[in-house]
């Protein structure tokens, strides 16, 4: 339990008349909703003892759990959402899918820089520099693709297969296709 003041508490402390004791006085003065039983049990002989006070506190409407204020200050800030029935689907037309461009190492380099950016950076800062490293000294098809897949193992692991697989795919669509050899 996280203790704060009530209304009543902070009327209390105010000055005037006084109705608590000193060691309750100090209790509601600590009572900040961020400390624990834990906190207050040193102002008492044992923890017990303090359970005791601080829940005689909150019977007389002089303090009250933060955590519970908080939980029902929430439940009452989100509206029930209403269902709405649906009419037809909403057809979204992307340009990521429908890549039409030049193949190319360029931007297949830059695609990866971006995956780099947003998958790794935050995450795993330390892989993230490793792979931008790796992306600047990458001059053929052999090295772009043992590149990304080091990045798809790792996006594999945190994101999924479904996320790594659909990555794989767009890589494949960037890249130039592999030169033939007679």
Known sequence: MFPTKTDKARDELQGGQRTLNQR???LLLMADGRRSLTDFSPLFANRTEAEQAIQALVSKGYLQDAQ???AAAAAAAVPTPMPVPAADPIRIATSADTFDGKRSLATTRMFLFDICERMFVR???KFA???RDALREARDREAMLT???LMLSE???TAGAERAESLRERIERLLPPAEVVH
């Open 24 to 26: 309750e006085r100090a």
């Open 68 to 70: 519970a204020v908080a």
């Open 123 to 125: 995450r795993d800062p």
């Open 129 to 131: 520099l490793q792979m």
């Open 147 to 149: 590149i990304a897949a």
């Open 155 to 157: 996006i594999e692991k």
